[in-house]
C-alpha cells in the first residue's frame, strides 16, 4: 500500500500542506512539528519525490573543521568514503556545516534533506554536537570518524585503537631502555582521542613497572616555547611521548632552536604521521592511524544501514601501526651514527696515512 501525505496528516492531526513544508524542511514550520511528521514518514515507509526519483543512495560527508592542520589525515579517509561509494554505485556529497547559530542545526538537516542525502559521515577533530544531537533527534542516519562521546547517548563511530597506538609507542621507548619518558599535550584534551592516548601511555608505564616521567603541557596553542626542551631534560627525562603530530613536529623545531640533539639527549615519538612525518630533521617515530581504511569502513556500515540491515550503536575500533624511524634512537638510527662515525674514523686513518706517507717520502729524500 502506497503512503500518501494525506495518511501522514490524518494520524497527526495536520493539514496535508503543513506534512508538505515539514517535509520540504520550510522554516516556516517549528522544529517540533517538523520533527514529529519526519519521524511518522520514516515509519510508515513514505518517500520523498527525490527518494522516488532516485535508486542510488546518497552518502554526505561533513568535515567539521576543514582548516585544521590535521586536514591531510581527513583527506585519506575521505579517499577510502570514495572507493567505498565508487564500488557500492552510491552518490557522495561532500559539506561543511553552517555557522554556529540559532537554527544552524535544522538549516543543515533540511539541507541534507533537500539535497538527497540518505545519511552523513562526519569527519573532523572539532565534535559538532549541536549537530549530531539534531541527528540523534529526528533519527537522522550518521557515523563518526574519531571516537565521540555524547552520554546518555550511543553514537556510532569508527576510530584507530588510540590507546593501542600510545602504549606501542611507549613501548618501544621502553625498550630502547629509556626509564624516563615525558608525556607533551596540548593545553586542553577534552576530546576522546587525546585521554585515550594518555591512558596508553600510563598503560605502557605502568606495564614496565616505571613511575610516570614529568607530563608538561604545550602552552599558546600549537605556538612552541622554546624553553620546553630545557625543561624537560632538567626534570630528567630521556624521551618524549607527544600525543599529536603537530607537538612533535614543534618540539623537534625547539630542540633545534635550543642545540638539544635529537635521539642523542632526548628521543621523541608522536602519534598520526600526518604528510611530512618522514622529512623532518630527524624523521620523526610516530603511529600511523589507518585514515583509508576508517573511511571505507565507515561507509560500509552506513551503507549497510541504509539497506535495510538493523541500525544499532556501533564502535568500531582499527588497529594503528607504530612507524620507527630515527628520532626514537633506535638500533637503526644508532648503527647509521656508528656507521658515520667509523667513516670519520677510516677518513682521518686515511688522512694520517697520507701524512705519514709524505713525510716517509720526504725523509727519504
Not at 608525556?183 to 598503560?203: C, D, M, N, T, V
Not at 588497529?319 to 626514537?328: F, I, K
Request: charged residues 15%; aromatic residues 4%.
Amino acid at each position: 500500500m502506497t503512503v500518501r501525505m494525506k495518511d501522514i496528516a490524518e494520524q497527526l492531526g495536520v493539514s496535508i500542506s503543513t506534512v508538505s513544508l515539514a517535509l520540504a524542511g520550510h522554516p516556516r514550520i517549528p522544529e517540533a512539528t517538523r520533527t514529529q511528521v519526519v519521524l511518522l514518514a520514516h515509519k510508515l515507509g513514505y518517500k520523498l519525490p527525490h527518494e522516488r526519483r532516485n535508486t542510488a543512495l546518497c552518502l554526505a560527508i561533513i568535515l567539521t573543521d576543514p582548516a585544521s592542520p590535521m586536514g591531510c589525515l581527513y583527506h585519506e579517509a575521505i579517499s577510502g568514503i570514495i572507493n567505498e561509494a565508487m564500488a557500492s554505485g552510491a552518490i557522495l556529497q561532500i559539506m561543511q556545516p553552517p555557522p554556529p547559530r540559532a537554527g544552524g542545526r535544522s538549516q543543515l538537516l533540511n539541507l541534507l534533506r533537500k539535497n538527497g542525502a540518505h545519511g552523513a559521515i562526519l569527519i573532523g577533530g572539532r565534535f559538532a554536537s549541536a549537530i549530531v544531537k539534531a541527528f540523534i533527534e529526528q533519527d537522522y542516519p550518521f557515523i563518526c570518524v574519531g571516537k565521540r562521546e555524547l552520554p546518555p547517548a550511543k553514537i556510532s563511530w569508527v576510530a584507530t585503537d588510540y590507546v593501542e597506538g600510545a602504549r606501542q609507542a611507549v613501548s618501544h621507548l621502553i625498550r630502547l631502555g629509556h626509564r624516563r619518558i615525558a608525556l607533551l599535550s596540548p593545553p586542553h584534551y577534552e576530546q576522546a582521542w587525546f585521554k585515550e592516548r594518555i591512558l596508553g601511555y600510563r598503560l605502557a608505564m605502568d606495564e614496565a613497572g616505571l613511575a610516570h616521567g614529568p607530563s608538561l603541557t604545550w602552552q599558546e596553542g600549537y605556538v612552541a616555547p622554546s624553553i620546553i626542551p630545557s625543561v624537560l631534560l632538567e626534570k630528567g627525562a630521556t624521551a618524549v611521548f607527544a600525543i599529536d603530530q603537530i607537538l612533535a613536529a614543534k618540539l623537534l623545531s625547539s630542540c633545534a632552536a635550543a642545540q638539544i640533539k635529537v635521539p642523542q639527549e632526548l628521543a621523541v615519538v608522536g602519534f598520526d604521521d600526518i604528510t611530512g612525518s618522514a622529512h623532518l630533521s630527524p624523521p620523526l617515530t610516530t603511529v600511523r592511524q589507518p585514515m583509508q581504511e576508517l573511511g571505507s569502513t565507515a561507509a560500509r556500515t552506513l551503507l549497510s544501514w541504509l539497506r535495510g540491515a538493523q541500525r544499532n550503536p556501533v564502535q568500531i575500533r582499527l588497529q594503528p601501526e607504530l612507524v620507527v624511524r630515527m628520532s626514537c634512537g633506535t638500533e637503526a638510527a644508532k648503527a647509521a651514527e656508528a656507521t658515520g662515525a667509523a667513516g670519520a674514523a677510516g677518513t682521518a686513518g686515511a688522512t694520517g696515512a697520507g701524512t705519514a706517507g709524505a713525510e716517509g717520502t720526504e725523509a727519504m729524500a
